[in-house]
């Protein structure tokens, strides 16, 4: 008799999980999610930032994980979006797993390109950060786009399908239970509740669900410890002011240390001809951001954020992120925030009249002009105000005035699930795997630890 196996999470950890678990025929594999099918997560008006009725469900869960909405931009290196080596405690392997998930997206239609610049231009970019005492990380990279990411998603599932491994969506998780020697799973459907009862148990909930895990880790007794969390803003400007950095790296990464209080301040997703977007959780809104192969914007966009570490006696990064995203949404009205750099520079709300006259014309309607000094404390902003100056150095234009801001953009990692080097919890047959548990930050390494997950049940059935 099959063995079964419950996956709550259907994002790329999830779904990596199942794909390499589905080569043996020990399991009878079930796949959890709180969202939709993938073709009926698509909406057009709501990837180019008008819609006003994007849910939680519809974004944030669904096949694919947040990720499938996403730029569908796949970091190529182990240290990168997470930390393989330290995970494996093995070079080679983390490479060879970062080879190993590159070509299941390829065979499901990822593009085949690699974007990298030409090594006069890395060196050139790497001299000009330097100089202004910026660490530059010059990384591989697959694009996918936002417009062809569910896709190749949609390709995974089927081929799932075709290996027998089963998709519950639309399966609210509620809660977990440890019965004996098996795992209980409860989750609600069409305001039904049901449960499963399996052998083995993986947690992929993705950042989203990471709220959810939480609530679960002290009934269950799951070994933790507390992840910092990343807050700032998005940044928008002309597409003209990326170009040159574009060209050498899609989603180039800039490493700073703030001036005044030495913090650690990075640039994440960056969207060349993109589309800044709302997202919508249950108590707050935040911003994201998109680009496609097909539909191009005249802007480009990319993440700014200031990590944060707490101590005892407070150590919650979590709660103490989504509080200043409830404080934001409340300033906003519901909706996140946009300011232009010289108002936030100069300690001044910007005005619908002052966004109106700005150089740049936002790509996300639906926002609230306002001051952004309101909702984030007065290091974060002063980290933000620091860093972005300096990277105009690198980048001239992203410093300008008319540079326009959208906040909160908070990435939650919550808490790090402890796991050993097969991604199993203290629990026996307990795995997991992805962003929402602590381990990974972006779609890669987030596949990755699904693999390795899968790769821990697999030995111990051998």
């Known amino acids: 008799m099959k063995k079964k196996v419950v996956i709550i999470g259907a994002g790329p950890a999830g779904l990596f999980y199942a794909y390499e678990l589905s080569k043996s025929n020990k399991f009878e594999v079930i796949v959890l999610d709180r969202g939709r099918n993938v073709d009926n997560r698509k909406c057009p008006l709501e990837i180019r930032g008008f819609c006003e009725n994007c849910t939680p469900c519809n974004v944030l869960h669904g096949t694919g994980g947040s990720g ?18 330290e995970l494996t405690g093995d070079t080679k392997k983390a490479f060879k797993l970062v080879e190993k998930v590159d070509s299941i997206f390829l065979n499901h239609g990822a593009p085949k390109k690699i974007l990298t610049g030409e090594p006069e231009m890395i060196e050139d970019l790497q001299r000009k950060a330097e100089a202004a005492g910026i660490r530059f990380i010059q990384i591989p990279q697959r694009h996918i786009g936002s417009d062809y990411t569910p896709v190749v998603i949609n390709s995974i599932k089927k081929y799932l399908e075709t290996k027998d491994v089963k998709f519950i969506l639309l399966a609210d998780v509620k809660k977990i239970e440890k019965n004996q020697n098996n795992y209980v799973t409860f989750y609600s459907k069409k305001n039904e509740l049901y449960k499963i009862e399996s052998e083995f148990l993986i947690a992929a909930p993705g950042r989203a669900g990471s709220p959810f895990l939480m609530s679960q880790i002290k009934k269950l007794g799951l070994e933790t410890e507390h992840k910092p969390v990343d807050i700032g803003v998005r940044v928008e400007v002309p ?24 913090d650690f301040v990075r640039t994440f997703c960056t969207n060349h001809e993109g589309y800044v977007m709302k997202e919508q959780y249950d108590e707050y809104v935040g911003v994201n951001g998109h680009s496609m192969r097909d539909i191009k914007s005249q802007n480009s966009n990319f993440a700014f954020l200031s990590k944060v570490t707490l101590t ?30 010289g108002d936030l520079r100069r300690g001044r709300r910007s005005t619908p009249e002052r966004i109106r006259r ?105």
């Open 68 to 85: 499938c909405l996403s730029d569908g931009i796949l970091n190529l290196r182990p240290d990168i979006g997470g930390d393989l080596e």
């Open 239 to 262: 597409k003209v002011v990326m170009k040159p950095v574009i060209e050498v790296n899609r989603d180039p990464k800039f490493h700073i240390y703030s001036k005044t209080y030495d």
């Open 312 to 341: 005892s006696p407070v150590e919650d990064t979590t709660s103490y992120g989504i509080s200043i995203a409830k404080i934001a949404t409340l300033l906003g009205g519901g909706k996140p925030l946009i300011q232009r750099f």
């Open 358 to 462: 700005s150089n740049i014309k936002p790509t996300l309607l639906s926002t609230t002009p306002g001051d952004i000094a309101m909702a984030l404390p007065y290091r974060l902003v002063t980290n933000l105000i620091e860093s972005l100056e300096r990277l105009d150095n690198v980048l001239p234009g992203v410093g300008s005035d008319s540079t326009l801001l959208y906040a909160p953009e908070i990435k939650s990692y919550g808490l790090k699930v402890i796991v050993d080097s097969s991604m199993e919890s203290n629990l026996p047959n307990l795995f997991v795997a992805g962003d929402g548990v602590g381990l990974s930050r972006d779609i890669v390494n987030s596949a990755a630890t699904g693999i390795l997950a899968a790769e821990g049940i697999l030995k111990k059935e051998s």
